[in-house]
């Protein structure tokens, strides 16, 4: 990107804060100017040459990733897959490397990257994004998504605040796919450590998304509080209150923290199973943010055997689909106040986490899920 583009694009986080966050970009998302683009001049080649090596070597390296699966008697060609599923990541993210100049031109050289007209181009350049990756976990992974019936009518109208359970990052999509069937775009909470992928840095926060510092509260509080201007009736911002991915240790360290602090809370959250203890923080912050939002909480059921990407990799093509449920709290049932809000807001995840435990004994019979 040229030099221009760069002086130009520190109205991200500058001058244009303010318009930005009319639009859904948060205001207070000040990062440095020179924090911004020193990350960018590593990460933004690093992936245009992981991309070119990649497409350059395949003709070597597939068939060379074949023999090993057939090596080791692995007739799933796992490692295949992971090669062919990385391939299209990388291209969808040099996509949007090489389109982001484009579209920071379309936008008057970034005078208007916050307007509503740019924020949908990025936002159907994302959509498009997802779309594909979702076709290729489906034929490369077999990752495929079932919805119960009953849930369909939880997921609209908007605006809404959509809650997610997190054990796999596949399942970080699993809200924008179910929200794009229905004409909708989505805009995440997010981990700042995932600005490292150009994609998310170049299109997800100029579609709209927040980028939030994992173990920094107040700051992260303090960035959702400016998503009050700009909510309207496409709004859907989707956060994983658990803040990381489920592990039964993270559980039991999570918990048992919980007890230290607040005994009555502990008490309450000790029985989860198959979920972390919400944090309330960011989820109470988007109530503040959206006080007309309705709630959306989104469970699901399938992942819970993959630690890891590479876990599910080894398991493809997945058998079963993904089971997906939903139900909807309207905005005056939420309580008002932050400690019946953290009341409300465990209640719902120990609903998460048993139909999750319901969810994997009818798919093992016989069995006691951990």
Request: with cysteine; proline share 7%; aromatic share 6%.
């Amino acid at each position: 990107m040229s030099g221009d583009e760069a002086r130009t694009d520190k109205t991200d986080t500058d001058s244009s804060a303010a318009r930005l966050g009319v639009d859904g970009v948060v205001a207070a998302d000040v990062e440095p100017f020179s924090v911004r683009w020193k990350r960018r001049s590593r990460t933004i080649p690093a992936m245009l040459a992981a991309t070119a090596g990649l497409l350059i070597a395949s003709p070597i390296l597939l068939p060379a990733a074949a023999i090993a699966d057939l090596a080791r008697r692995r007739r799933r060609f796992p490692t295949v897959r992971l090669i062919l599923f990385a391939m299209q990541y990388a291209l969808n993210d040099s996509a949007e490397i090489l389109l982001a100049p484009l579209l920071w031109v379309v936008a008057g050289f970034g005078t208007r990257l916050g307007s509503d007209a740019s924020i949908l181009r990025h936002q159907r350049l994302q959509a498009w994004s997802v779309a594909v990756l979702a076709r290729r976990a489906a034929q490369i992974l077999g990752v495929r998504l079932e919805l119960e019936p009953a849930a369909i009518g939880a997921l609209t109208p908007g605006p809404v605040i959509v809650l997610c359970r997190h054990v796999n990052i596949v399942d970080a999509s699993i809200p924008t796919l179910l929200y794009q069937r229905l004409g909708y775009h989505t805009r995440g909470v997010i981990m700042a450590e995932l600005l490292a992928d150009p994609g998310f840095d170049l299109i997800y926060r100029r579609a709209g998304s927040v980028f939030i510092p994992r173990d920094n509260g107040p700051e992260a509080v303090a960035m959702l509080q400016h998503l009050r201007v700009g909510i309207d009736s496409s709004t859907v911002m989707v956060i994983y209150p658990e803040g990381r991915l489920f592990r039964p240790e993270l559980r039991d360290r999570f918990l048992a923290k919980i007890a230290g602090i607040d005994p009555d809370r502990g008490r309450r959250l000790a029985g989860l199973r198959h979920v972390l203890p919400p944090r309330p923080g960011g989820v109470l912050a988007l109530l503040e943010a959206m006080p007309t939002a309705d709630v959306v909480v989104v469970a699901h059921a399938g992942l819970d055997q993959f630690a890891g990407f590479t876990d599910l990799v080894r398991a493809a093509p997945i058998v079963r689909p993904i089971d997906v449920t939903a139900w909807r709290i309207a905005a005056g049932d939420i309580p008002s106040d932050p400690a019946g809000r953290t009341v409300w807001l465990d209640e719902q995840w120990l609903r998460v986490d048993g139909w999750v435990d319901q969810r994997l004994i009818a798919a093992h019979p016989g069995t006691t899920p951990a």
